[in-house]
């Protein structure tokens, strides 16, 4: 059973650069006429959580938080740091990172779903601006692929989904049981 799925995780790696052949040619260097420019961008929330949900990985009656920052961190197949950067959230607590730069020695291992990860940095909220791993926001929220692309007659965006990440509030008060 274990050998099976050895064998389907190493199958599933070595698909990678079929399934997205717009990452696997991304380069940064600069591009022929004609020749389109292929970007990776990681979007995602941040919210503030709820103390009706404190210490669960609960999201309701969260709200968003504007001016948060998250850190994007991708490291190549020899674990060294190849990307960070910082980004903030919109008025909506929406954050849209385009990884400028973003490059890949190797099509597999570097790809975006295996080498990146998002961070929560700070909250602007003095009342929530403790971190929480909601969706692993302290260790490094894992991206997802949701089939979402951007398109232009030169211009392409693979997008890529992490979290919601959500702070915590600093004080909640106890909870009384009647």
């Not at 601006?129 to 929220?141: D, E, K, M, P």
Request: charged fraction near 15%; proline fraction near 7%; charge should be neutral.
């Amino acid at each position: 059973m274990a050998i099976n799925q050895l064998t389907i995780a190493i199958c599933s790696l070595l698909l990678l650069p079929l399934a997205f052949p717009s990452i696997s040619a991304y380069e940064s260097a600069p591009t022929k006429p004609g020749e389109k420019i292929v970007d990776v961008v990681v979007e995602g929330m941040v919210y503030c959580q709820s103390c009706d949900h404190y210490g669960s990985w609960s999201l309701n009656g969260a709200e968003p938080i504007p001016s948060a920052k998250v850190s994007v961190i991708c490291k190549n197949h020899m674990k060294q740091v190849s990307y960070y950067k910082a980004y903030e959230t919109n008025e909506h607590g929406y954050f849209y990172a385009q990884l400028n730069g973003f490059k890949m020695d190797n099509n597999i291992l570097d790809h975006p779903l295996q080498s990146c990860h998002v961070k929560l940095v700070s909250s602007p909220l003095a009342n929530c601006s403790l971190l929480s791993n909601v969706n692993y926001g302290i260790n490094g929220a894992p991206l997802r692929y949701e089939n979402k692309i951007l398109r232009g007659s030169h211009y392409e965006a693979v997008i890529y989904a992490a979290g919601p990440l959500a702070f915590r509030p600093a004080y909640c008060s106890p909870e009384t049981h009647v």
